[in-house]
């Protein structure tokens, strides 16, 4: 089969995909099937709803989290700088597939308007959102720990936000100046997001392999805590490093809303503002 017609047969589920933040330091970056690489991988896009912690944590249900990243191969993090991944719903349409043929602005290689939205919810790419305006945010965490089975809640905190996506395919996020050095194995970092209704309320975490560069902080970063929701008041949000959101898994949630949002809206936890979280820079205590 043509590369052409590999790429083109993965477009026809496109539209029911969700996404996944691409990036060759990703864990299940060829897929999950030993000694092949699936160009049109989308096996860490897959949503994470009701699991044990043991299944959600790291994209176990499917073993994502089996098939690290080659060796080397790393998310740099530019202390004080930016870094940037692809958000799309499946590997080929992606720079990282295909020599970038099937890429477009957005995340299921198709075209859309600038303005693209709608009003009962975008389906395509699967943002779970009506427009821009009203996607809920995305995150990146930090584990100073190499290897991923040390990897904790406790351990793993958000240090950059990029509010109003996932959007477009090309996403930057920033990176604090203070982030110190990770040790010679690497950092482990995570990618997440909950959205923001439009389906079923599930959240996302994919992993990396991460390494911070320029570092000239050597203080460590303060243990995370859990988010909570504050939109009503924002002196009543969790200050400084925050854990990952945790939300409609059988086991290991760690927030809990009830009712409405000030839109009138069920309350979503996301990583926006209505749970503490600014945009950009995420890390507000250190150690």
Not at 44 to 69: A, G, R, Y
Not at 214 to 238: L, N, R, Y
Request: hydrophobic share 35%; net charge negative; aromatic share 12%.
């Amino acid at each position: 089969m043509s590369l052409k017609l590999l790429a083109l047969s993965s477009f026809v589920i496109l539209a029911n995909a969700h996404l996944a933040a691409f990036h060759k330091a990703m864990y299940c970056f060829n897929g999950t099937v030993p000694g092949q690489v699936n160009y049109n991988n989308d096996a860490p896009v897959s949503p994470l709803w009701m699991l044990k912690t043991s299944d959600w944590w790291f994209h176990h249900f499917n073993q994502c989290d089996e098939f690290p990243p080659a060796e080397g191969d790393f998310l740099e993090l530019p202390a004080g700088g930016s870094f940037t991944v692809e958000v799309a719903g499946n590997r080929g349409v992606t720079s990282l597939s295909f020599n970038g043929q099937f890429t477009t602005e957005w995340g299921d290689g198709l075209n859309h308007p600038e303005d693209y939205s709608d009003s009962n919810c975008i389906t395509s790419p699967n943002m779970h959102t009506q427009n821009q305006s009203m996607a809920a945010g995305t995150a990146f965490a930090i584990s100073y720990e190499s290897d991923l089975s040390q990897v904790t809640m406790d351990n793993l905190a958000v240090f950059t936000v990029r509010y109003n996506t996932p959007w477009k395919r090309v996403t930057s996020y920033d990176v604090p100046q203070d982030m110190p050095a990770c040790p010679a194995g690497g950092c482990t970092c995570a990618w997440v997001w909950i959205p923001n209704g439009c389906g079923e309320p599930n959240i996302y975490m994919q992993g990396f392999k991460c390494m911070v560069t320029g570092a000239t902080s050597t203080t460590p970063i303060a243990t995370p805590k859990p988010p909570v929701w504050c939109e009503e008041d924002q002196s009543t949000c969790t200050q400084g490093s925050k854990q990952i959101l945790a939300w409609n898994q059988a086991e290991g949630n760690n927030i809990v809303v009830n009712g409405t949002d000030q839109s009138g809206l069920p309350k979503s936890p996301a990583y926006n503002s209505k749970c503490g979280f600014k945009d950009g820079k995420a890390f507000m205590l250190w150690l």
